[in-house]
């Protein structure tokens, strides 16, 4: 298996510890979306199935297995088909705990990988920690999540963390273009963010059409020519999630170059006007529209009317502080 080039050097320092005889029988891998952690738990599988001459050899018949997935030592566990909600339930937390009370069928040992481990219900965290104090001699448990904190604290305690950053927008780009040269990468992560495996399995032309549209109703909305209402509407039918992502990437963006050319200033004060021209806006503006994006994004997962929770968001932008006229510039 080639690991992606950010997560090479995490995977060497777990090599490491495999060889030493150190390697946690219970591990919690924090990474972003689309930053490949549940790449970094097939690497783990590999290096404890392993029959090669220097686990992961990646060429072996269990190597092989392992990245196809076809493994007999290799559990995957994620949501269950039968939750509506989309949870890990106790039943397959309890039928795993079993299955891992009977010995490994190749004998090399077992690796149980649950992702996303926070889609655990509390019931199922619960189960898995007898698991997690008692483990097999040669069986490990990998949990991979982007929200740790989603867990509880009983089962975050008894695994060693191992938190996965993403990579640079560079590097991330290079990797892209090693996939596939002529896709536009660059707008796909102004949406998607530092998600190179997301954007990967995305249409960046859609993506750039999206990111496009959405600049275009923030323009219109600093010059007072945008249909707040309809435009709110027309973003809860389609690609929402998308277009606030898209919002939130470019404000941090702009935040963090903003930091960059203020940073020989004693603080950043409100007078530090942004110097990318996406949003003529002071950075103090900017760390309150962010949070309010953010908070945006929660009430969408539980609002009775979006249309009206995103027609609130769009008028905090057309009143921002700091900007040309309205607060909000032209793209």
């Not at 953010?294 to 027609?311: H, V």
């Amino acid at each position: 298996m080639t690991l992606l080039p950010w997560l090479q050097g995490p995977f060497e320092g777990l090599q490491r510890s495999w060889e030493a005889g150190r390697l946690p029988q219970g591990l919690l891998i924090h990474d972003a979306p689309g930053a490949g952690g549940l790449q970094l738990a097939r690497g783990i599988a590999q290096l404890v199935l392993c029959t090669g001459p220097r686990p992961a050899c990646g060429e072996c018949s269990a190597c092989r297995r392992v990245a196809a997935s076809e493994h007999p030592d290799l559990l995957f566990i994620g949501p269950s088909e039968e939750s509506k909600l989309g949870l890990i339930l106790v039943d397959q937390v309890r039928e795993l705990s079993e299955q891992l009370a009977l010995t490994s069928y190749e004998g090399r040992g077992s690796v149980a990988v649950f992702s996303p481990a926070d889609a655990m219900n509390i019931q199922a965290a619960n189960a898995l920690l007898k698991t997690l104090e008692e483990p097999r001699r040669d069986a490990y448990l990998v949990l991979h999540t982007a929200h740790p904190s989603r867990l509880p604290a009983t089962v975050l305690s008894r695994c060693q963390k191992l938190k996965i950053r993403p990579p640079d927008r560079d590097t991330a780009l290079a990797w892209l273009q090693s996939q596939r040269h002529s896709a536009d990468w660059s707008a796909a992560l102004d949406v998607l963010g530092t998600a190179p495996l997301q954007a990967a399995d995305a249409d960046p032309a859609q993506l750039r059409e999206l990111r496009d549209d959405t600049w275009r109703a923030l323009r219109d909305l600093g010059s007072g020519k945008l249909d707040v209402v309809r435009t709110a509407d027309q973003w809860t039918r389609q690609d929402v999630g998308l277009r606030l992502g898209c919002i939130e990437n470019c404000l941090t963006r702009q935040i963090l170059a903003g930091a960059g050319a203020v940073a020989q200033s004693a603080e950043l004060g409100a007078g530090a006007h942004l110097p990318v021209p996406v949003l003529d806006i002071n950075i103090a503006a900017a760390f309150t529209l962010l949070d309010s994006v953010r908070e945006t994004r929660q009430q969408l997962t539980t609002a009775l009317n979006k249309p009206l929770a995103l027609e609130r968001l769009l008028w905090r932008f057309h009143r921002s502080p700091g900007g040309r006229g309205q607060g909000v510039a032209a793209i």
